[in-house]
């Protein structure tokens, strides 16, 4: 199901983008809230909370599919 999705929407990489960088314009993800702490490897603590790439809407925990405008959400690594 998630690749029937990506083969209908398509992804175009720009002249000076890498690939990841236009699949997360073009595939709807949660993106989590940050803060800076030196304790954490990298020094950034991920928070539960997290934002549709989609719409906006802010969530206490990632779902499936956006509560808000029903996008359904893919993993990015």
Do not use: F, R
């Not at 960088?21 to 603590?45: M, Q």
């Amino acid at each position: 199901m998630k690749n029937q999705q990506l083969k209908k929407k398509g992804v175009h990489v720009g002249k000076h983008e890498s690939a990841y960088e236009a699949l997360k314009k073009s595939v709807p993800h949660w993106i989590h809230h940050t803060v800076e702490d030196p304790s954490y490897v990298g020094g950034i603590k991920y928070l539960p909370e997290c934002d549709c790439s989609e719409c906006g809407y802010t969530s206490s925990t990632e779902h499936d599919v956006c509560p808000h405008c029903g996008a359904k959400m893919h993993q990015l690594s």
